[in-house]
């Protein structure tokens, strides 16, 4: 093969713009969050319990964590595609990244469901 | 005055080093670059670019005190002893501090630096209204020094994919001209995680630039088109 310097994957806007969208939803999130814990008078395991009972919470912290989760592969993977400069390793590391952030979503819906 | 100049020639030495000069100068209203001039004259060896001499050519860039800048426009006044003066960073040595610009003119090409357009031409010229003309200041008055792009870390780490801030003024000056009917074509070529969405927004681009002018704007009004054009 010619060792050419190949550019043109047209996902560059598309990322750039997930990346600012997740971080939208986690800041709502966590503002969300933050206003809540504050807004209760005492603060114990049984109001947390309740709290995360309710299917409501449970989706939107799943939805906080996919965007947490998606986010990371963005940053992640630009920073390896700034300091990894063989494509093959660099592959690898991606598809590391992406498998280990798939067991991230298992892992976060087992503990918020309680299965 | 004191100076402390890079130095290196491929032929003669095996390593770059820092040499000190010591000139007898007034700062008064010089610049920087009266007084490699001056210092040439001590020592015809050392090597570095210059022409216009009065900041409008772009070829006597270089790091000045840990900061691109032009050394013609450079108020020896303004900088702290000894000036410590570096070649540009991020590109290859040729001599002293003569770099090699290979690489950022291919980046300048690569987007298509020139007006398309497929209309026969007119009898006179392709007249703009002054208010569309008024969209292309602060972008054709890039003089190519390099400042930028060299300053840009995006670009120290990909400099044969990442466009550079330089570049990517150029594309949007394009972009924004009226007269030209490549937009679609033109938003194509840097829609890539890396020749357009390297630039993480450090913004030295626009700490640096002699001219003033403002990269990362024009990159977030090459982002703004490109968000246009897909919802």
């Not at chain 2, 610009?101 to 090409?109: D, G, N, P, V």
Request: aromatic content about 10%; hydrophobic content about 45%.
């Amino acid at each position: 093969m010619v060792n050419r310097i190949v550019t043109g994957a047209h996902y560059g806007l598309r990322d750039w713009l997930v990346q600012r969208v997740t971080a939208g939803v986690m800041v709502l999130y966590v503002l969300g969050l933050a206003g809540w814990a504050l807004w209760q008078p005492a603060f114990g395991y049984d109001i947390w319990t309740e709290l995360f009972s309710g299917d409501l919470m449970r989706s939107f912290s799943l939805l906080f964590l996919l965007s947490l989760f998606y986010h990371a592969w963005i940053g992640v993977r630009d920073i390896v595609m700034d300091y990894v400069k063989l494509a093959s390793i660099r592959l690898l590391i991606h598809v590391l990244v992406i498998l280990a952030l798939i067991m991230y979503v298992i892992w976060a819906v087992q503990i918020l469901w309680g299965l | 005055m004191k100076f402390r100049i890079y130095r290196y020639n491929p032929e003669a030495d095996s390593a770059p080093y820092m040499q000190d000069y010591d000139l007898d100068l007034q700062a008064g209203d010089a610049m920087l670059l009266d007084a490699l001039m001056q210092l040439r004259q001590q020592d015809d060896s050392l090597g570095f670019r210059k022409s216009c001499r009065e900041g409008v050519c772009g070829s006597d860039a270089m790091n000045i005190n840990g900061r691109n800048g032009l050394a013609c426009i450079t108020p020896l006044s303004s900088l702290k002893q000894p000036i410590e003066i570096r070649p540009l960073p991020g590109l290859p040595v040729i001599r002293d501090l003569i770099v090699d610009m290979t690489q950022f003119f291919k980046q300048y090409h690569s987007i298509k630096p020139y007006l398309v357009n497929n209309d026969p031409p007119p009898e006179t010229e392709r007249l703009q209204s002054p208010k569309d003309r008024a969209e292309l200041d602060g972008l054709y008055e890039c003089i190519l020094c390099a400042c930028c792009t060299t300053a840009c870390p995006s670009f120290w780490w990909n400099p044969d994919k990442f466009v550079g801030p330089s570049g990517l003024l150029q594309a949007y000056r394009f972009l924004a001209d009226t007269r030209d009917q490549d937009t679609a074509a033109r938003l194509d070529n840097l829609e890539d995680p890396y020749r357009l969405f390297r630039c993480h927004t450090i913004m030295n681009c626009v700490d640096v630039c002699p001219k003033e002018l403002n990269p990362t704007e024009a990159i977030g009004k090459i982002k703004d088109m490109m968000v246009k054009r897909m919802v």
